[in-house]
């Protein structure tokens, strides 16, 4: 939390920077810092207003409101008519809460630890998710890519279709989770979390966790129009294409904090709750986060299809795969954190140059 304190700093250099008219590299660079620790108070705050609200409302809250910052800059992007940087965004988030997070979690929560073990059924529930996601980007993609489609309408379409049954298939991963089948996943385990929170940290009251979230998005909002705003100028300065910028940066901004989270709790040896960060997190952009850009879109009167590249919908599902195979026998070291972490990095080359 001190960190963030100090990171804070970066918000009134990138407004100032962005009235000064300064370089749209300097201006993006600062807004994106700037963005990095209001997140982490967007997710602070959840969790303060989720010890109030108890474990169910707060489990629900934690779901919905996980990728806030994410979601505020994609929603900004998309306004703007950066399609591909959204695009891009989604399958960044995906690849590097499932390959980056994941990673890195468990290569340093095996250093420590030697081997750790977690829910089983968190597992399964887990993996379960992601192919779903994965059928729900993949359908899109292959209709467009076998149907002549040159104004995208029926692809549209058939996305709209698909958004909305993603939508529905998170709901009923909520409802599995937090209510049918809660006892399955360690109810008393989230207690004992939320009375760790309550011993290591100081409380906020119910008041001061509203208004923390409230000012925190409203900053990221501010903060994100601003980094949207120079985007196109900046990475044409810089030799970066938009969909790098999507893939590998945008996610790393809004949810860095949230990454440490995992990292931490994994360090901890408290591997349940670093697998249900990264892919629990995973699992929220592609059946929820993305279904809500592409009405969104609708809004916006820049309408968005979920037909992404073939090389995207490769990479997703390698990242699927892989996570899927390190994640099933409920454990995991050292080594399998790595190798996830080496896929990322190819990854991350490829796109760099794609």
Do not use: C
Not at 34 to 43: E, K, R, T, V, Y
Not at 59 to 83: D, Q
Not at 182 to 197: D, Q, T, W, Y
Request: charged share 10%; no cysteine.
């Amino acid at each position: 939390m001190k960190l963030l304190l100090v990171l804070l700093l970066f918000v009134p250099l990138a407004i100032g920077a962005e009235f000064a008219h300064m370089s749209p590299v300097v201006v993006f660079a600062l807004s994106a810092l700037a963005i990095i620790p209001l997140s982490g108070f967007l997710g602070r705050a959840t969790e303060e207003i989720s010890v109030h609200t108890g474990p169910t409302v707060g489990g629900l809250l934690n779901a919905t409101l996980g990728n806030l910052a994410e979601l505020i800059i994609a929603l900004l992007a998309l306004r703007a008519g950066l399609l591909d940087l959204v695009k891009a965004s989604i399958t960044g988030s995906i690849l590097g809460n499932l390959l980056l997070v994941l990673g890195l979690s468990q290569l340093m929560g095996g250093l420590k630890h030697r081997v750790q073990k977690f829910n089983v059924n968190l597992a399964g529930l887990n993996v379960s998710l992601m192919v779903m996601a994965m059928i729900g980007l993949v359908i899109p993609a292959v209709y467009h890519a076998t149907h002549v489609d040159p104004t995208r309408a029926l692809t549209r379409k058939v996305s709209y279709g698909v958004a909305a049954l993603l939508i529905v298939g998170y709901l009923l991963s909520l409802l599995y989770s937090m209510w049918t089948h809660r006892a399955v996943f360690g109810s008393e385990a989230r207690e004992v979390v939320e009375l760790e929170h309550d011993a290591t940290h100081a409380p906020w009251s119910l008041r001061r966790s509203l208004v923390v979230l409230l000012v925190s998005a409203g900053f990221v909002g501010w903060l994100s129009e601003i980094l949207v705003g120079v985007t196109e100028e900046a990475t044409k300065s810089i030799g970066l294409s938009e969909v790098f910028v999507g893939l590998i940066i945008v996610p790393i901004i809004g949810n860095a904090a949230e990454h440490s989270s995992a990292v931490l709790m994994a360090m901890k040896n408290r591997m349940d709750l670093a697998i249900s960060i990264a892919m629990g997190s995973s699992a929220q952009v592609a059946l929820l986060i993305a279904p809500v850009l592409v009405f969104a879109g609708v809004a916006f009167g820049q309408p968005m299809d979920l037909a992404f590249t073939a090389f995207e919908v490769v990479a997703v599902a390698l990242a699927v795969s892989v996570a899927n195979t390190v994640v099933r026998d409920a454990e995991s070291n050292w080594l399998e954190g790595a190798f996830l972490l080496l896929v990322y990095g190819m990854l991350a080359v490829a796109f760099f140059y794609f």
